[in-house]
């Protein structure tokens, strides 16, 4: 308890910190890129796309792409920061600082990818859905902020655990992990954020989910629970990677000169 009360005095502050020019330019620039390549991509084809093709296009662009590079930006060099800045042995000797900084660091990386996650889904269901667009608003808003929610999670353990090459590991993960692994017919991708919120796409969006039944390389693709159960497990993995990012923050002996000396 007495770590959270620390908490949002490193909120405060960090987020005041993390506001420059240079951060709203990127962000506001995340937030265009999707709607406006979909604008591109219909003005082009020419015509509007079906339901089902629209909401994969969202999907994999705004709380796909886009909120996992928000978060991955702020998130991930989120340790290192402390490491270069030598202000890591003055945390460490503070009593729960370390914990309160790890907290408040993840819920700026949440709050700042939050709205560009938004913005961008909302705008490129506006320009891609013809009809259901009420649906494809709730549905993609609601994948956008539990994308934030999960992948702030996932980047900061990486970067707890290599802080000197973090951001290397979190593009390794990304791709490796979120892009090959997920797209893997095997119980591999029940490891992922992407297996998770392409199945809550599927059942949000009521997409037609014979072809599944009927082939069970689709099945494993798409799973057979409930929305409640994909997001419970959203919410345990993102938990879990938090709790184990403290842990290593707790047991672990990191040495700023060590992280700055090559």
């Known amino acids: 308890m007495k770590a959270l009360r620390r908490v949002p005095a490193v909120f405060g502050f960090e987020w005041r910190r993390a506001l420059t020019i240079p951060r709203l330019t990127w962000m506001l620039a995340l937030a265009a890129f999707a709607p406006v390549l979909l604008m591109l991509v219909r003005s082009a084809a020419g015509s509007p796309p079906p339901?089902?093709?629209a909401a994969v296009f969202v999907y994999v662009l705004a709380p796909g792409v886009v909120c996992m590079m928000?978060?991955?930006l702020l998130a991930t060099p989120a340790i290192s920061a402390e490491l270069e800045g030598r202000s890591w042995v003055y945390l460490a000797v503070r009593p729960y600082g370390l914990l309160a900084v790890l907290l408040g660091k993840y819920l700026v990386a949440v709050t700042w990818a939050l709205p560009v996650?938004?913005?961008?889904a909302i705008l490129s269901s506006v320009v891609m859905a013809d009809t259901e667009l009420p649906r494809m608003v709730a549905v993609q808003s609601g994948l956008a902020a539990l994308s934030c929610i999960a992948y702030?999670?996932?980047?900061?353990l990486i970067g707890v655990l290599a802080p000197k090459r973090a951001m290397v590991f979190g593009v390794?993960?990304?791709v490796g992990v979120e892009v090959g692994a997920a797209f893997i017919p095997a119980a591999v991708n029940l490891l992922t954020i992407q297996h998770r919120l392409r199945c809550l796409l599927v059942r949000g969006?009521?997409?037609d989910e014979r072809v599944a039944e009927r082939n069970p390389v689709f099945l494993s693709y798409f799973g057979d629970e409930t929305a409640t159960w994909h997001i419970f497990i959203l919410l345990a993995m993102t938990a879990s990677y938090l709790i184990a990012a403290a842990l290593i923050l707790h047991f672990r002996e990191f040495t700023a000169a060590a992280e700055t000396d090559t």
Do not use: C, K
Request: aromatic share 14%; hydrophobic share 65%.
């Open 172 to 174: 390794v993960y990304a």
């Open 205 to 207: 969006m009521q997409i």
């Open 70 to 72: 928000s978060v991955f």
């Open 51 to 53: 339901p089902m093709v």
């Open 152 to 156: 702030a999670a996932v980047f900061l």
């Open 117 to 120: 996650g938004l913005t961008s």
